[in-house]
């Protein structure tokens, strides 16, 4: 029987197990440079067989938060270095998470203040950024207006894509995986209720709206290769105003299909049920699990049971946790040793600093506490 707690061959990696840390914006980094902070915050998480950090800007138009770590400076490579470093050497494997926002984003966001970039022209509805409020504090804001590319403009984001790839490796990460999760710019082209363009990157056929993530994964493939490349997807997903369409499946069953033949390090599915939308359908896994032969990670609302349950049964490989990671910096020995998972304090998930970051205790720790 496969376990959850054995290692796993990732592509070129040997995973010490089958948990990954999910990637989970903390906003800790108001100058966008990855810090001494950062590194001890994941190497306190390194049990995990896989880390995937954060989503990590591509380009300053990528940006729709504030204090978010990017990828596309030397002094952000640099500080990425200390993260890759801390957590190679306390022995495990970790990704960066390629983000592009699109349209959930506000022109304080933007550089010079212009309107964020799209697919589309539509504003995204009901949607926040996190930005600086009237009063020029930061706060949730309601998102801008976007402008969509040209087709030109398109191919320079995917050339930030590649170039970010490569920025990633020159940092020490062993691979990226591609935000194409959660309503951001991948989605907003996936998606034919928000992608109304006319040209190839069209969103009423299939090769037009797959064609943005195709052209982005293959122009990361060739700076770096296919087994240090992965995504990030989540079909059925309803954040930033993704609204349902009748060829879902067809379009992700399509994609399972097209990145088969490329032989990536892994494809990351991402449940949004815990994140308060839509679940994907339980039987969708074992028809996308047909399709796709590759690695299969699935984050969202995973506990034990259910980890070695999906991985039992040959539906994914790799589990990932997300929010218990947060307050348990020792989630693979609490699950282990089923031990009481602790709640983390909400209020302290995004800015700040050391507190609700890396003052979590362990189950010893606490023990001693108590
Ligand atoms: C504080 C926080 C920040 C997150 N930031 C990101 C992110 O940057 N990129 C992403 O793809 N998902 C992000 N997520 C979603 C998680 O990766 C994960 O898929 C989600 O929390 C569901 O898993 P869980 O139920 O184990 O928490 C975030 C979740 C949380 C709680």
Avoid at 263 to 268: I, P, Q
Avoid at 287 to 298: E, K, Q, T
Avoid at 322 to 340: C, K
């Amino acid at each position: 029987m496969k376990t959850l707690f054995e290692p796993f061959m990732m592509g070129g990696h040997m995973l010490r197990n089958r948990i990954a840390m999910a990637p989970m914006t903390r906003a800790r980094n108001p100058d966008g440079v990855p810090n001494a902070l950062n590194a001890l915050y994941y190497s306190q998480r390194a049990a995990a067989g896989l880390l995937i950090t954060e989503g990590t800007p591509i380009s300053d138009t990528a940006e729709g938060f504030l204090s978010i770590p990017g990828l596309y400076r030397a002094d952000q490579v640099a500080g990425w270095r200390k993260v890759t470093d801390a957590v190679h050497d306390a022995g495990s494997v970790i990704f960066t998470q390629l983000w592009h926002v699109g349209r959930v984003s506000h022109v304080s966001n933007q550089p010079g203040g212009v309107a964020p970039v799209s697919s589309t022209a539509r504003i995204a509805r009901n949607s926040q950024a996190w930005g600086l409020t009237e009063n020029g504090t930061p706060g949730a804001v309601d998102v801008s207006k976007p402008r969509a590319l040209s087709t030109d403009e398109v191919r320079g984001v995917i050339a930030d894509f590649a170039q970010a790839a490569a920025n990633a490796v020159a940092a020490g990460f062993d691979g990226v995986e591609l935000h194409g999760a959660n309503g951001y710019l991948i989605e907003q082209f996936l998606n034919p209720t928000v992608n109304d363009r006319t040209d190839a990157y069209r969103g009423d056929t299939l090769e037009g709206r797959t064609r943005f993530v195709l052209e982005a994964i293959d122009a990361v493939i060739a700076r770096i290769g296919a087994e240090k490349t992965a995504i990030r997807l989540s079909p059925y997903g309803g954040l930033f105003d993704m609204q349902p369409y009748p060829e879902i499946e067809d379009t992700y069953l399509f994609l399972a299909d097209a990145f088969s033949k490329r032989g990536l390090a892994y494809v990351h599915l991402m449940d949004q049920k815990s994140r308060g939308s839509v679940a994907i359908p339980p039987d969708f896994f074992g028809r996308f699990r047909a399709r796709y032969n590759g690695v299969l990670i699935l984050a969202g609302g995973m506990t034990r049971d259910r980890a070695e349950r999906l991985i039992d049964e040959g539906l994914i490989d790799i589990a990932a946790f997300g929010e218990p990671f947060i307050a348990n910096p020792d989630l693979v020995e609490r699950l282990e040793n089923n031990w009481p998972l602790a709640p983390a304090d909400r209020a302290l998930h995004y800015g700040g600093g050391a507190h609700g970051y890396t003052d979590y205790p362990t189950h010893s720790e606490e023990s001693i506490v108590a």
